[in-house]
């Protein structure tokens, strides 16, 4: 077995993001809607063990939804 393929990898798409007080998200219930601040136009990130490795585009065909990945983050120098 090659080593490589025995490494977990945790992917992440972040679709957009929200700010709200704790005593609001805990009256929230099953099936409450929170909205983000993003629309279906705009980039979304993705992560690897939660550290940005691209940012991508949502597209949708039927039932299916997927990330077409679009750029790819740099890692800075050094790190």
Do not use: F, Q, W
């Amino acid at each position: 077995m090659n080593p490589i393929e025995d490494i977990d990898l945790d992917i992440s798409v972040v679709l957009g993001r929200a700010r709200m007080p704790v005593h609001l998200l805990l009256k929230m219930g099953r099936g409450a809607v929170i909205t983000l601040d993003a629309t279906e136009k705009d980039e979304v990130e993705i992560l690897a063990n939660d550290h940005p490795v691209a940012r991508g585009i949502v597209v949708v065909n039927g039932a299916d939804i997927s990330v077409e990945v679009s750029s790819l983050v740099r890692r800075p120098a050094g790190a």
